[in-house]
């Protein structure tokens, strides 16, 4: 390639030029070529524009949960070697990892940790996106890769649960599968086909096993590079731009090695680190053996499905698990679709306005939220009111209309009152909405106690 | 000339003029063979996450033992089974799954109450399995049980959901 260069190579150069071609010398064109050359650079285009690279526009999120997902694919091909899926063997197996072998506990924990914090990244990714107007054209159909890719998650995770086959597994997992009984007409079908039986058991182990290691995997590493090819065909990531500040069309351009790669290097340094000091810091979760004769008192689903479990005392089970997720994923999907306003691309919560409405919204999702909770506890009784009528109707249907009418009534009510756009009306809907769904996981998580009763976090004592 | 060269590449000249183009035939018949293919798939990988039941664990036919081991007003457990077998005050026979009908959570017997409650989400059943406390939707399902000769046998291969219990439900030894 080089005709200059007479002397004879040795065969170790020989073979490390078979693989890398091109000498890297620093220079600007051998940068570029190393971009074009690399498979894993090779995600990047071999320059970006200059104010795509601030910090506080991405935080990095998508990357973080690429990094994650190589943490998890590493500790969890470890994991495989020291376990077996079988009801007798689980426990043990996750037991002799803390006592049997070297560093057991600290990769379970790793990717125990790496997992639950993968549900996070993937969710406050979304947020950014949604925030800074970047779902919207020619992006909308990553949008929906995106979507797929964070059920992927929570549900790599919802069948990782089951695996360590203590009696938080056990039931939160009875818990979470039982949702799905209540889909209609087909939902004992589904659940006998997820579970390979009635109820829990060495069938199910199995399955959730092939599905946690093999099945979602694979999808995942599928949808993944679609969407990482998808960011590039679609010009990159959107372009920051501040509340007053024109829209720019040509931005200066950069060299991605090294002025993006280097920043990410030091952000995927200090994630890890960070997550190996937790990981050895706190242990995951084990609790006894998992014992089908005892439920637990309050038995909850894992975390991700508490803002569900929740809805379900609230609502008709078909309504509350079923009907409500169901509009609220397809309304999150067709969002793109809906607002198409590219004036705010790049702007964070659209404009001045919008930065005002998301903070006013959240504060109204919270406070409206936390209201019909503590009122359906003590005063709301739909069934009662409505006794002749049955339960799907009186504390189903009826409430959900009433809920229909009264996110429509917030749309006009922001609309009119405070003249938003149509996609800053669109923005506070969904911080309403956000805001509710997140004050409904943590009244889940921490404000349930025995019988799921409402009390305060310091009056819940476990029982086991 | 380029008129009518036109006119004897229209398609409409390389197939007869009824029915379905050739063409799109061949492409129906793929898209539908390719269609077929991909439920064939679908319903091999479904039949490999289906139950897989053993005898003698749950899912198989229980031997209880006598009639005459089980008095009248009884509920007696099989935890190995996953169900109950309620012996009513009238001398029949019920064997309730014990997977609360709400979110799945075993549910005990209450011996002093006379009643099912579920240490969950706190719903409660009366001794035929009937809700008497929400949130659980309908009454414990059943399994089914058969007597023969002067033994009782349970079936927990499958749960009949019911609305509300009636006494049709009940079995009694002849
Ligand atoms: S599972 Fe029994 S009341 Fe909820």
């Known amino acids: 390639m080089n005709p200059s260069n007479n002397s004879p190579l040795s065969i170790w150069q020989r073979v490390w030029r078979s693989a890398v071609r091109e000498p890297f010398t620093g220079d600007r064109r051998s940068r570029l070529r190393l971009v074009m050359n690399n498979l894993v650079l090779h995600l990047h285009p071999s320059q970006v524009p200059a104010r795509t690279l601030r910090f506080t526009y991405s935080f990095g999120l998508g990357g973080l949960a690429g990094l994650l997902v190589v943490i998890l694919a590493a500790t969890g091909m470890l994991l495989e070697t020291a376990y077996t899926p079988s009801p007798d063997k689980a426990y043990t197996s996750i037991l002799a990892l803390s006592t049997r072998i070297w560093f057991g506990q600290f990769i379970r924990n790793l990717h125990h940790w790496s997992g639950n914090l993968m549900i996070i990244v993937v969710a406050l990714h979304l947020l950014r996106v949604f925030f800074t107007g970047a779902f919207r054209a020619p992006r909308e159909f990553n949008w929906l890769v995106g979507i797929a890719l964070l059920l992927l998650t929570v549900m790599a995770n919802f069948t990782g649960y089951l695996l360590p086959w203590d009696q938080l597994a056990y039931w939160a997992i009875t818990v979470g599968s039982s949702i799905i009984v209540y889909v209609p007409f087909i939902g004992n079908g589904l659940s006998n086909v997820l579970l390979g039986g009635p109820e829990i058991g060495a069938a199910t182990l199995l399955n959730f096993y092939a599905l946690h290691i093999s099945i979602i995997p694979m999808a ?16 990159g990531l959107s372009l920051p731009r501040g509340v007053d500040e024109p829209p720019v069309s040509k931005d200066e351009n950069v060299l991605t090695v090294a002025d993006l790669v280097r920043p990410e290097a030091v952000w995927a340094m200090v994630a890890l680190a960070t997550l190996v000091v937790w990981a050895a810091l706190v242990n995951a979760p084990l609790e006894a053996l998992a014992n089908p004769d005892a439920s637990p008192n309050p038995a909850k689903a894992a975390w991700y499905f508490m803002g569900i479990q929740e809805l379900l005392l609230h609502f008709h089970p078909l309504v509350g698990a079923i009907i409500i997720p169901t509009l609220g994923l397809l309304g ?30 959240a504060a109204t999702g919270v406070l409206l939220t936390a209201l019909y909770i503590v009122l359906d506890e003590y005063v709301i009784d739909f069934a009662g009111w409505f006794y002749g009528l049955p339960a799907l109707v009186s504390n189903g249907i009826l409430p959900l209309i009433l809920l229909i009418l009264g996110i429509i009534g917030y749309y006009e009510f922001v609309r009119r009152a405070f003249r938003a756009t149509k996609c800053e009306g669109v923005l506070s809907v969904f911080v309403l909405v956000l805001a509710g769904f997140i004050v409904l996981t943590l009244v889940g998580v921490f404000f349930r106690g025995a019988g799921m009763q409402l009390m305060f976090p310091w009056e819940i004592t476990p029982t086991h | 000339m380029t008129e009518n060269q036109q006119r004897l590449c229209a398609p409409e000249s390389l197939h007869s003029q009824t029915g379905i183009p050739r063409r799109d035939f061949l492409r129906l018949g793929w898209t539908a063979l390719a269609g077929v293919a991909v439920v064939e798939a679908g319903v091999v990988s479904v039949g490999f996450f289906l139950p897989r039941l053993s005898e003698g664990e749950f899912g198989g036919v229980f031997k209880c033992g006598a009639v005459d081991k089980f008095p009248n007003g009884s509920v007696t457990p099989f935890n190995e089974g996953r169900f109950y077998l309620v012996r009513t005050q009238d001398g029949g026979f019920l064997a309730l799954y014990r997977k609360c009908t709400h979110l799945g959570c075993a549910v005990p017997w209450d011996q002093t109450k006379q009643q099912f409650i579920c240490p969950c989400h706190a719903s409660v059943f009366d001794q035929n399995g009937d809700v008497l406390n929400a949130p659980a939707p309908r009454p414990l399902d059943l399994f089914q049980v058969n007597l023969v000769g002067d033994q009782v046998q349970v079936d927990t291969s499958k749960q009949t959901r019911r609305d509300r219990f009636d006494p049709t439900q009940i079995v009694y030894p002849t």
């Not at chain 1, 995942?220 to 010009?235: E, I, N, P, Q």
Request: aromatic content about 16%; overall charge positive; charged content about 20%.
């Open chain 1, 332 to 361: 999150l999907g067709a969002l793109p679709y809906m607002d198409s306003d590219m004036n705010s691309v790049g702007i964070y919560f659209r404009s001045r306005r919008g930065r005002w409405l998301a903070l006013f919204s």
């Open chain 1, 220 to 235: 995942m590493l599928a949808l993944m590079s679609l969407h990482f090819w998808r960011v590039r065909k679609d010009g």
